[in-house]
């Protein structure tokens, strides 16, 4: 049973920074992706960064420059750090995580910018960035 653990989220002042951790317990992380979306109240969730297996990652073009995703195999845990926060960032923040995908498809790049392919979810962590 695939469970997907977050931490890391709070309130910070604008231009702040904040760590987000997911800790991943009984998920293979072989040729598939893992990654952070978020959520905003009266929007819909949409993908903020994203990490393969095999390293590549991939960022929303809000985020680039100042969101790094990263991962810890040896412990299984996937890190957001988010720096130069900005009001707009405020949002509660999710990690999931893709099944294996098909050697036919490419290997784990295929689903770095595929929302759809997520599967697993955390229960979620408020981040809120004040002005």
């Known amino acids: 049973q695939v469970q997907l653990v977050e931490s890391g989220g709070g309130s910070v002042q604008a231009g702040g920074s904040l760590r987000l951790s997911c800790a991943a317990s009984?998920?293979?992380?072989?040729?598939?992706?893992m990654g952070w979306f978020r959520q905003a109240p009266g929007k819909e969730r949409e993908r903020v960064a994203s990490?393969?297996?095999?390293?590549?990652?991939n960022y929303a073009d809000s985020v680039k420059g100042r969101f790094t995703i990263s991962q810890d195999n040896a412990s299984n845990t996937l890190y957001l750090q988010m720096d130069s926060l900005k009001p707009e960032d405020s949002a509660i923040y999710y990690c999931?995580?893709?099944?294996?995908?098909?050697?036919?498809?490419?290997?784990?790049?295929?689903?770095?910018?595929?929302?759809?392919?997520?599967?697993?979810w955390g229960q979620g962590t408020q981040v809120t960035i004040s002005s």
């Open positions: 990490i393969a297996s095999a390293g590549s990652t």
């Open positions: 999931g995580a893709t099944s294996p995908v098909s050697p036919y498809f490419g290997g784990s790049r295929y689903c770095l910018t595929r929302s759809n392919l997520f599967r697993y």
């Open positions: 009984g998920y293979t992380y072989r040729s598939s992706c």
